[in-house]
Nanobody, 123 residues
Framework: QVQLVESGGGLVQTGGSLRLSCAAS????????MGWFRQAPGKEREFVAR????????YYADSMKGRFTISRDNAKNTVYLQMNDLRPEDTAVYYC????????????????WGQGTQVTVSS
C-alpha cells in the first residue's frame, strides 16, 4: 500500500507562485511513476505532469509546459510541483498520484491518490 500526502496549496494572486509537495510512503512506492493532476469545479480531473523516481524523467501536458515544473527528492521521498505565473484558470484541487506504469497519463492508470490540496488564484 502506498500513501501520498499533498501540501503547499493556498491562495495566491495572479502572477504568483506556489510549490506543492507530495510525501510518499509505503511498500514499493519507488517503483511507481508519480503524477500531478488537477480538478476544477465542474470539470474532469486533468493530467498536469509526471516523473519517475529512478531516473527523474519528466513528461508534461502540453498546456502545462513552461509554467509548471515537476521534480523529486529521493532522499525525502517527496515529489514537487513548482507553479509559476499562476492564473485564475489554474484554480483547482491538485492531486498527487502513483502509477504502476511509468508512462501513465490517464486517471485510470494511477493506482494511488492523495487527498488533494486546494489552489486558488485570485484575479
Amino acid at each position: 500500500q502506498v500513501q501520498l500526502v499533498e501540501s503547499g496549496g493556498g491562495l495566491v494572486q495572479t502572477g504568483g507562485s506556489l510549490r506543492l509537495s507530495c510525501a510518499a510512503s509505503g511498500y514499493g512506492f519507488s517503483r511507481f511513476g508519480m503524477g500531478w493532476f488537477r480538478q476544477a469545479p465542474g470539470k474532469e480531473r486533468e493530467f498536469v505532469a509526471r516523473i519517475t523516481w529512478s531516473t527523474g524523467s519528466t513528461y508534461y501536458a502540453d498546456s502545462m509546459k513552461g509554467r509548471f515544473t515537476i521534480s523529486r527528492d529521493n532522499a525525502k521521498n517527496t515529489v514537487y510541483l513548482q507553479m509559476n505565473d499562476l492564473r485564475p484558470e489554474d484554480t483547482a484541487v491538485y492531486y498527487c498520484a502513483a502509477a504502476g506504469s511509468r508512462a501513465a497519463t490517464y486517471v485510470s492508470e494511477f493506482d494511488y491518490w492523495g487527498q488533494g490540496t486546494q489552489v486558488t488564484v485570485s484575479s
